[in-house]
C-alpha cells in the first residue's frame, strides 16, 4: 500500500474465487484497474432524493466483466456504487487508487432488497 500525504492512496487487492462485496460507496473517487484475470463490476444509480441516512432506492444500471489494462472510474455522488464478483475459479490481481484513505471513512453497504443503508468503516488495507 502507498499513501500519501494528501490522503492519496493505492493498493493491491487480491479476490479470491467466489469472493463478493455487496454493493457499496466510497465518498471518495477512485481508479479501479485490473491487472490479472477479471472481475464483475455491477453499477447502480440512487434513485431516492438521499434525504434518509437509512434507506436508498437503488437500481442496476450496468455490468461488466473488468479484464486485465481496462480501468473503472468512481465519481462520488454520481456514479460510485457498486458491486464487486470474482465468478472466475482463479485470484483476480487489481490495483485500486483512491483520493482518500479508505481506513477510517464512513462508508455504507445497500440492501438491494430492502432498501437499508448500513454504515460501516474499513479498519484494514485489503479495501475496496
Ligand atoms: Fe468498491
Redesign the pocket.
Known amino acids: 500500500m502507498y499513501q500519501g500525504a494528501s490522503g492519496l492512496q493505492v493498493t493491491a487487492v487480491v479476490w479470491g474465487p467466489g469472493d463478493h ?1 455487496p454493493p ?1 460507496n ?1 465518498n471518495t473517487w477512485g481508479m479501479i484497474g485490473v491487472w490479472d484475470n477479471a472481475l464483475t463490476e455491477t453499477r447502480f444509480q440512487r434513485l431516492d432524493d438521499r434525504t434518509r441516512v437509512d434507506y436508498a432506492k437503488l437500481e442496476k444500471d450496468r455490468t461488466a466483466v473488468v479484464k486485465p489494462g481496462e480501468i473503472s472510474l468512481l465519481v462520488p455522488e454520481v456514479d460510485e456504487i ?1 458491486q ?1 464478483d470474482n465468478f472466475t475459479d482463479r485470484p483476480t490481481v487489481e490495483i485500486h487508487v483512491y483520493g482518500k484513505d479508505l481506513r477510517g471513512l464512513d462508508r455504507c453497504t445497500y440492501d438491494l432488497e430492502t432498501g437499508r443503508v448500513s454504515p460501516f468503516v474499513t479498519r484494514k488495507y485489503d479495501n ?1
Request: net charge neutral.
Open positions: 462485496a457499496h466510497h457498486h464487486m475496496c
